[in-house]
Every structure is written in C-alpha cells, then in structure tokens.
C-alpha cells in the first residue's frame, strides 16, 4: 500500500544521544513536512522541503536538523537529545506543483521518550 | 498564513449532522481552506479543502461564506467513530501547513 512509513514507531533514548527519526514515502511527492505533537497540543513544524536538495525552518526547529538527499527520504536528526523533546513525531508529504492543491499526507507517528 | 478561529469543542449525537465553524477573518484571496482530522493518536487525516466554492466529497461538506471569512465543516450523518480532533488551515500552496488547536468532536450514542 502507498503512502509514508515512519521508524522507529516508538524509542526511549537517553538524553545527550543522538537519534534520527526516519521517514520514507513512495507516493513521489515533492513536499515532505516533520511536525511534532506534545500531549493536549496541536502539530507544530519542525522543519520542511519543498523538493529534494532543499530545506527549511518550520515553527520549532531548534535541536532538529533536517535532510532532503532525495525525493523518498526526509529523515529528521536530534544531535543531542533532550527531555524536551519528548513528543510524538510526525511526517508528512504533499504533491506540490501547477494545479496541485497541496493536501498532507501523514505518516503513523514516532513516539519518542527522552529520559 | 491567516489564523483560524475554533471552539474548542463541541457534542453531537449519533446520526446527527455535526456542523464544526470556523473563522478565518483575515484569509488571503489566494489561500485554500483545508480541514484535517486526528483520530486519538493516529496521523492527521485529510478531509476537505476548498478556495470560495462549496465542496463536498464522500467524508463532508465544506461551506465557505461569500466573504470567505468563514467557512462551516459539516459531517452529514455522525458516526462513534467520527469522534476526533479537527483542525481548519488556511493555506496558500506551496506554503506551509500551520496547525491550531482544532476543535474535539465528540459523538455520542
């Protein structure tokens, strides 16, 4: 079935350790998005690409960093973990493009716990 | 992008048509109107978008006021498991898709 896998589906981490979450669609779509949901929140962006080879800051990039060496790919980085950023990670993609309309489609979620 | 205005919750019966508002005062003539929904802790899930017409599609209906500083999400026969958080975006393409808080619909048999 197409759409957006996320792994791992759920970690515990140690704070100071370095993760990558990963994310991979095989939809072809050019946008890809990582959004983060803390308990009783909204999704905020971390940060985004609106095609492969290029990236940007989303509304709490800071500890995240991002690349976009491909189309499929978009996996987030935390270098150095923190409790704060205990969350539960989200990515999603987006065909973008003359007539596109731009509608997100997500993966299951991340579920990250920094102790 | 323009900020969206929902209450932040609201009850319908089962059967019921569930009517989510939300205002968009300050909309831009190029921005979309998407709603999403998030089921407990799953994905966020596309339901609608629309630019100054009425939509419908085989999950809701979405009317947009004249004016387009408004628009009305409506769920025409409400089931358990339409229960969920929905959120109303204002977006213009390619730009980026920034979430409120949504609105928590709970139905109830």
């Known amino acids: 079935i197409a759409g957006i896998t996320q792994a791992p589906t759920s970690q515990i981490l140690a704070a100071g350790r370095r993760m990558t979450l990963r994310c991979t669609q095989d939809?072809?779509?050019?946008?890809m998005y990582w959004y983060r949901q803390d308990l009783g929140l909204g999704l905020r962006l971390i940060h985004y690409?609106?095609?492969?080879?290029?990236?940007g800051k989303g509304e709490v990039p800071d500890g995240y960093s991002v690349s976009r060496a491909n189309t499929d790919d978009f996996p987030l980085t935390l270098a150095s973990a923190v409790p704060s950023q205990t969350s539960v990670y989200f990515c999603a993609s987006s065909p973008v493009g003359t007539g596109r309309t731009g509608e997100l489609f997500f993966g299951e979620g991340s579920r990250l716990t920094v102790l | 992008d323009a900020k969206t205005t929902q209450p932040p919750s609201m009850d319908c019966a089962e059967g019921r048509a569930a009517n989510l508002p939300c205002n968009h005062s300050t909309i831009s003539g190029n921005e979309y109107v998407y709603w999403y929904r998030q089921i407990h802790s799953q994905g966020p899930q596309y339901i609608i978008h629309?630019?100054?017409n009425n939509e419908t599609n085989e999950m809701a209906s979405l009317i947009i006021t004249e004016d387009r500083k408004s628009s009305t999400l409506i769920l025409p026969h409400a089931t358990l498991r339409d229960t969920a958080v929905y959120y109303c975006?204002?977006?213009?393409?390619?730009?980026?898709?920034?979430f409120g808080t949504g609105t928590r619909l709970q139905v109830f048999p």
């Open positions: 939809m072809r779509h050019n946008a």
């Open positions: 629309g630019l100054k």
């Open positions: 975006i204002v977006r213009a393409p390619p730009d980026k898709l920034i």
């Open positions: 690409s609106n095609t492969a080879g290029t990236t």
